[in-house]
């Protein structure tokens, strides 16, 4: 089973502030790589698909890159409304996600 | 517009089975996975089955022994059991459509499942 870190658990950022999280997988899963953000009491949503590309409607802030096994998600000039958990999820190989990180806008 | 909604019991005692159904409104069950995933209060999300359009169906390897996914296209919807459950399967239920190569781009709400005698 492909198993998925992410670093770091939490952070705390400003507002304009840009903030990278990063995501490891086990072995190699191409650029099959999903980012989704969650906030308490609801459903996930998709930020980011297949490691790089910006799901529809997503503002543009948020962008995400690889390389090898290791995958990056920046958010530029963080909002307020982004404090959120987020989680990235592996479809190379069934699902799995990463543990979160949850991030909180000062 | 895509709307899943989960259904099912809210409390399920301790040894007994889990049963959820996920309602797909608003497009065809055609070409997608149909997938559940779960949330423990407070944790990560765990993924637990998928059912593809051709009924092929993948299990995670941590609860295969226990968990069957079904589907009943004619009434556009797709089922969770779960055996002998404990109070570990408690947890937010979500169920969700991936779409090939892009992810899961829509999910139901969330329903809560408590496992307490």
């Known amino acids: 089973d492909i198993q998925m870190t992410q670093s770091p658990s939490t952070l705390s950022a400003s507002v304009g502030d840009r903030v990278t999280i990063t995501c490891r997988a086990s072995?190699?899963?191409?650029?099959?790589l999903a980012w989704y953000q969650q906030k308490p009491g609801k459903a996930p949503q998709l930020l980011i698909y297949?490691?790089?590309t910006l799901q529809s409607g997503v503002p543009s802030r948020f962008s995400g890159s690889e390389s090898g096994t290791e995958f990056t998600l920046t958010i530029n000039s963080l909002q307020p409304d982004d404090s959120a958990t987020y989680f990235c999820q592996q479809y190379s190989s069934d699902w799995t996600f990463g543990p979160g990180t949850k991030v909180e806008v000062k | 517009q895509v709307q899943l909604q989960e259904s099912g019991p809210g409390l399920v005692k301790p040894s007994e089975t889990l049963s959820l159904t996920c309602t797909v409104s608003g497009g065809s069950m055609s070409s997608y996975f149909w997938g559940w995933i779960r949330q423990p209060p407070g944790r990560g999300l765990e993924w637990i089955a998928w059912?593809?359009?051709?009924?092929?169906?993948k299990y995670n390897s941590s609860l295969m022994s226990r968990v069957t996914i079904s589907r009943d296209t004619s009434k556009n919807q797709f089922s969770l059991k779960l055996i002998s459950v404990t109070a570990a399967d408690t947890a937010v239920y979500y169920c969700?459509?991936?779409?090939?190569?892009?992810?899961?781009?829509?999910w139901g709400q969330g329903t809560l499942v408590t496992v307490s005698p």
């Open positions: 297949k490691a790089s």
């Open positions: 059912i593809y359009d051709s009924g092929r169906t």
């Open positions: 072995q190699t899963i191409s650029s099959w």
């Open positions: 969700g459509r991936h779409t090939y190569g892009i992810g899961l781009v829509y």
